[in-house]
């Protein structure tokens, strides 16, 4: 079940959690794999759950940073420029995240020598402890940025392929342009299959 809404929650977010909800939540749906690579458009989407966006179609590079889960430090993705980054979208109270996160650092520990950065976006945990312990539970060493109320998911721009699902996974390039999205729980066979391409494209 969706967490309960609070008064802190913009007029935005409300929207943007009303748009996911029809998908975010139960991370039940069937995936297919679309590809975009002509046309005019930035990106065509599937009738599944992933989307990959050719490297002559990719949009600007997606410019986001702020407080990272421990609340000491600051995490700017400008930073992992030249590296692949994977930017999941969690929350300790969603239950496919629970069953996604163990394949997340097992392809972490993976793909690190290749150039690839992990960065987890805890979302509407509105207290820190469980999202802790979630990140303890399941052993992440990757960063996690903190983000009880949605406003850095809605820093992605408008028409992009944003996270509109919880879980969500965004694959960037090493410009830092999204390259796929999975709007779905991910095991660790599919994310690596998303990877591969992005990973084996020429700096």
């Known amino acids: 079940?969706?967490?309960?809404?609070?008064?802190?929650?913009?007029t935005s977010m409300i929207v943007a959690v009303a748009a996911a909800s029809a998908m975010a939540l139960s991370g039940c749906s069937s995936s297919s794999t679309t590809s975009s690579d002509s046309g005019n458009t930035s990106f065509v989407k599937g009738t599944g759950e992933i989307t990959t966006v050719a490297a002559a179609h990719r949009g600007a590079p997606i410019a986001l940073s702020g407080k990272a889960l421990d609340g000491k430090t600051t995490i700017d993705l400008?930073?992992?420029?030249?590296?692949?980054?994977?930017?999941?979208?969690?929350?300790?109270?969603?239950?496919?995240c629970r069953a996604e996160a163990g394949d997340f650092e097992k392809v972490?520990?993976?793909d690190q020598a290749k150039g690839v950065q992990f960065v987890g976006i805890d979302t509407r945990d509105l207290q820190t402890d469980e999202a802790q312990a979630f990140v303890s539970d399941h052993q992440l060493t990757?960063?996690?940025?903190?983000?009880?109320?949605?406003s850095l998911l809605l820093k992605f721009p408008e028409g992009s392929l944003d996270p509109q699902a919880i879980p969500s996974t965004l694959v960037l390039d090493r410009e830092g342009r999204i390259a796929a999205r999975a709007l779905e729980p991910l095991l660790a066979s599919q994310l690596q299959q998303i990877l591969a391409?992005?990973?084996a494209e020429k700096p």
């Not at 590296?83 to 300790?92: D, R």
């Not at 990757?142 to 949605?150: F, S």
């Open 1 to 10: 079940m969706r967490p309960r809404l609070t008064s802190r929650l913009t």
């Open 78 to 96: 400008a930073a992992y420029r030249g590296k692949v980054v994977v930017i999941n979208v969690w929350g300790s109270w969603c239950g496919p």
């Open 108 to 110: 972490y520990q993976a």
């Open 142 to 150: 990757y960063p996690n940025l903190y983000d009880p109320d949605g």
């Open 197 to 199: 391409p992005v990973i």
